[in-house]
């Protein structure tokens, strides 16, 4: 024992931020000041989701209601969780995985967990970047190739609709509407023509928008088969995979200057879209659906599971992101100050884009003459369908197309080049010796751009909607990030110690953060997550994404997706039994303890695990190298 451990004071690392690497190896990035890790989280969290899901989910349960749920579980999950893995980065230095290696050992497999899923994510999640630059470089067509029936896709039943308010000249005595559809009439239906009204026509027919995402966009047919490529979203693919790499090839040293513009220009587009929609006639009622509360709805429990699922989809929690960005921050930089902005900064995104989204969907409804629970959606229907619909019925549709498309594009690509910028710091991390080398990380990253996109590629052919819904549904399932979510916690609160937790970020930013924290990561976040995946089991979840998809066969998939990240818990507490079963929840040595003879978990002030002082073996094991290298004297 060291005469500093014996005194009581710190014992690890005394600069953490001046670790000196191995002979040979690359020292560990940082941020080059704190607007680039606020950018970078701020582009992870701050997706397509908050565009094309709350907004709905929203309007879905009860309006206003969903506020409370949300707030709920954003305030003792969302923000606990998100806080004590970005907080565990930054203390540890590390990525995903050898972060929670370092913490304790038995649980490195929480760490692969969420790599696994961040693989997921960065197989399927750019494929919805694929469609948006497809859409984007037909944005520039005049007319919108998706706005009228008379195009080479469109079949018979196509029937498109024009604006009055865009189109006042179509609207008057006399005019000539024949060009609105393409369906043939057979003499049958002439001589029954009498019998129907206009409704009843059109109930069978479809909308352009719909037939140009089906039968243009995804060319879905009867076999759905995956071999038969898209060649022209296969580009498109690509080319974001190509931007993506780009952005990060260089580590920190470009992501951290990529993002000013794309964490940035979403908002700007957003704000110039929503002033556009709440003048259009109809947006009132557009936002009163979004936002009237209907508090019967409260007592529903599918509303609470919805807003769970939303705030750990929307705060990327459990995916070992925040961990890895958290990692590249100085030591001492203030991250629970950061946590709480940038998680209001997220929620208050979220509701601001309902405004944007609601107020477009209610002037489609009035110029339609449809409710809201015609043209509301959510997902890739509400981006590639219903507003595309909404934005072909304004003056200049052309010009708007182009400002949301590329509101998707940039919503997508920071969040995409963050998850892979964090699989690659995860990497890293886990083989410094090997990939912190002079051009071994541009290689690396080349290697995981190479294989996501090599692995995307079937979700670019006829069946590729299956299985991109498969991995959207399943990939990252709320099933599994509760799971991981309730790990990370009773880890860090009950094995680590939450007193001790406390006292390393009390030594980082110099001060203890709010008590309520201490009790969510003891009792309340395992117990909600816990609460919440106990119902998603209970519940029918059937593994059923079409009506033509074989019900055993995507019940399989859906099952390994699942399975696939949960094993790897259970199975490194196997390894770490059989490797070393004494040290299985003895955190690193080279990890600075502020603290390390206080109690590491007290309740009520009573002691629940006294003090673990580990002795200094980095300094013993400094003396024995030193040893070594001494040269003979003979």
């Known amino acids: 024992m060291t005469e500093e451990t014996a005194r009581g004071g710190p014992v690890g690392d005394s600069d953490p931020d001046k670790r000196i690497p191995e002979e040979g190896i690359q020292p560990r990035g940082k941020w080059a000041n704190k607007m680039e890790f606020i950018f970078s989280m701020a582009g992870e969290i701050i997706g397509l989701g908050n565009v094309w899901r709350f907004p709905y989910l929203c309007f879905k349960n009860g309006g206003g209601v969903f506020f409370i749920p949300y707030f709920v579980f954003l305030f003792f999950c969302g923000i606990p969780v998100f806080f004590l893995e970005t907080s565990l980065g930054q203390y540890t230095s590390e990525g995903g ?41 037909n944005s520039f067509k005049s007319p919108l190739p998706w706005s009228s029936c008379d195009n080479p896709w469109n079949t018979n039943l196509c029937h498109s609709s024009i604006s009055k308010f865009a189109n006042p000249h179509l609207f008057q005595p006399d005019s000539n509407w024949s060009f609105l559809n393409n369906i043939t009439t057979p003499d049958y239906f002439t001589e029954n023509y009498t019998y129907m009204n206009e409704t009843d026509i059109f109930s069978i027919s479809t909308s352009p928008e719909e037939e140009f995402w089906i039968h243009r966009v995804l060319r879905m047919s009867d076999g759905m088969s995956i071999t038969n490529m898209h060649w022209d979203l296969a580009l498109c693919l690509l080319a974001a995979w190509v931007i993506c ?81 958290g990692s590249y921050n100085k030591y001492n930089n203030n991250c629970y100050r950061d946590c709480l902005g940038l998680c209001l900064l997220n929620s208050a995104t979220s509701i601001f884009a309902g405004f944007a989204v609601f ?47 590329l509101m998707i594009l940039f919503l997508g690509l920071d969040s995409q080049f963050v998850c892979v910028e964090s699989l690659a710091t995860a990497i890293t991390d886990m083989f410094p010796r090997q990939l912190r080398r002079p051009c071994a990380r541009e290689l690396l990253v080349l290697g995981i751009a190479v294989v996501c996109f090599l692995l995307g590629l079937p979700m670019v052919t006829e069946g590729g909607i ?11 399932s709320g099933i599994t990030l509760l799971i991981i979510a309730c790990f990370e916690t009773i880890v860090i609160a009950w094995v680590y110690g939450v007193d001790r937790f406390l006292d390393n970020i009390e030594d980082m930013i110099g001060y203890r953060p709010f008590p309520v924290i201490k009790y969510c990561w003891l009792f309340v976040t395992p ?17 059923m994404v079409y009506d033509y998809m074989p019900g055993k066969w995507s019940s399989v998939v859906g099952s390994l997706l699942i399975i696939t990240p949960l094993i790897c818990i259970p199975a490194f507490i196997v390894v770490s039994l059989c490797k070393n079963s004494k040290n299985m929840t003895t955190p690193s040595a080279d990890l600075r303890q502020a603290k390390p003879h206080k109690p590491i978990l007290t309740l009520c002030k009573y002691v629940i695990f006294k003090a673990r002082p580990q002795p200094n073996r980095r300094a013993d094991e400094a003396n024995e190298k030193m040893m070594m290298e001494e040269p003979s004297r003979v």
């Open 97 to 137: 995985v050898t972060a929670w290696r370092k913490i304790c050992p038995m649980f490195e497999g929480l760490g692969l967990a969420s790599q696994v899923i961040v693989t997921y994510l960065n197989i399927y999640y750019i494929v919805v970047l694929a469609w948006g630059i497809f859409y984007l470089y």
């Open 245 to 325: 790499y780009f952005c990060i090839f260089k580590g920190i040293k470009s992501t951290g200057k990529v993002v000013y513009v794309t964490a940035t220009l979403p908002y700007l587009l957003l704000i110039l879209i929503f002033f556009r929609g709440v003048t259009l006639p109809g947006a009132a009622d557009g936002l009163k659906y979004y936002l009237i509360p209907d508090f019967e709805r409260i007592a529903d429990p599918n509303v609470w599971r919805d807003a769970g699922t939303q705030v750990l989809f929307s705060y990327a929690v459990c995916q070992g992101v925040l961990t890895s960005l």
């Open 359 to 405: 107020s477009v969907l209610g002037f489609m409804a009035h110029e339609l003459g449809l409710s809201m629970y015609d043209v509301a959606s959510s997902g890739p229907g509400l981006a590639f369908i219903a507003y595309p619909k909404a934005l072909s019925l304004l003056p200049g549709s052309s010009f708007w197309a182009v400002l949301f498309f």
């Open 466 to 476: 299956v299985l991109f819904t498969l991995m959207d549904t399943y990939g990252a």
């Open 527 to 543: 117990l909600i997550c816990g609460l919440t995946m106990l119902y998603n089991l209970s519940d029918t979840y059937p593994f």
